[in-house]
């Protein structure tokens, strides 16, 4: 069965500081990989999302992630991040089998202004 | 535009108590989810239902049935509620199961004393 582990729980960072939120997932198959966002007091919504084809996907609010095959990893990243980028975010993953999506424990990112 | 649309958004039982959570999607989405999120644990699926006619158990079932009442409906319920379910709960739906986008509610918050 495929898991998925974000490494950080909390990440702090400087408002136009640039971050890394990081994602490893493991599984034997094929994978889509998922990353999501929850503004406080909200329900999840999709920042962006590999399926196939290129290995950087771009998101909204200027987000960006790179699907590593051999390092089985999907970092988040943003190159200067706002005060509005303060939520917490969840990697996940889905192996295709038919089976709901796995996601991981969540990274808190807090800017700071 | 509704979405996926919870109710009730707060509620507050005592132990042994029972009440059920209702969760409505206008999309027209084959899957719904019922997760429950709670604080460095992450979303925890407790059951979906791939389509109309399904439920299958997810990670943590204990305490909990649900129904999938039609294509647009899936209802969480609690038959004796203990304060080990005091969580915030999720729905979501996404048109097919693990390869779609999730869209999700906007939370259900539980205390059971």
């Known amino acids: 069965a495929q898991s998925v582990t974000q490494l950080d729980s909390q990440v702090p960072v400087f408002e136009e500081a640039p971050v890394e939120l990081r994602c490893n997932y493991s599984s034997s198959v094929s994978v889509y990989l998922f990353w999501y966002v929850q503004y406080p007091n909200q329900g999840l919504q999709l920042l962006l999302k590999?399926?196939?084809?290129?290995?950087l996907v771009k998101g909204i609010n200027g987000f960006e992630a790179e699907f590593n095959k051999s390092q089985t990893s999907f970092h988040l990243r943003k190159p200067s991040v706002h005060i509005s980028d303060t939520a917490e975010y969840f990697c996940?993953?889905?192996?295709?089998?038919?089976?709901?999506?796995?996601f991981g424990k969540g990274t808190r990112l807090s800017v700071i202004a | 535009n509704a979405g996926v649309t919870q109710t009730p958004k707060f509620q507050v039982l005592k132990t042994g108590q029972s009440m059920t959570l209702q969760c409505a999607q206008d999309m027209n989405h084959n899957s719904m989810y019922w997760y429950r999120q709670d604080p460095g644990m992450g979303l925890r699926l407790i059951y979906y239902s791939a389509s109309e006619g399904t439920t299958d158990k997810g990670e943590v079932p204990n305490g909990y049935n649900v129904s999938r009442l039609n294509k647009r409906e899936f209802s969480l319920r609690l038959e004796s509620a203990a304060p080990s379910q005091t969580s915030v709960y999720f729905c979501?739906?996404?048109?097919?199961?693990?390869?779609?986008?999730?869209?999700f509610g906007e939370g259900s918050r539980l205390t059971v004393l």
């Open positions: 979501a739906s996404s048109e097919q199961l693990a390869t779609g986008e999730l869209f």
């Open positions: 590999y399926l196939s084809g290129s290995t």
């Open positions: 996940a993953v889905s192996d295709l089998r038919n089976t709901p999506l796995v």
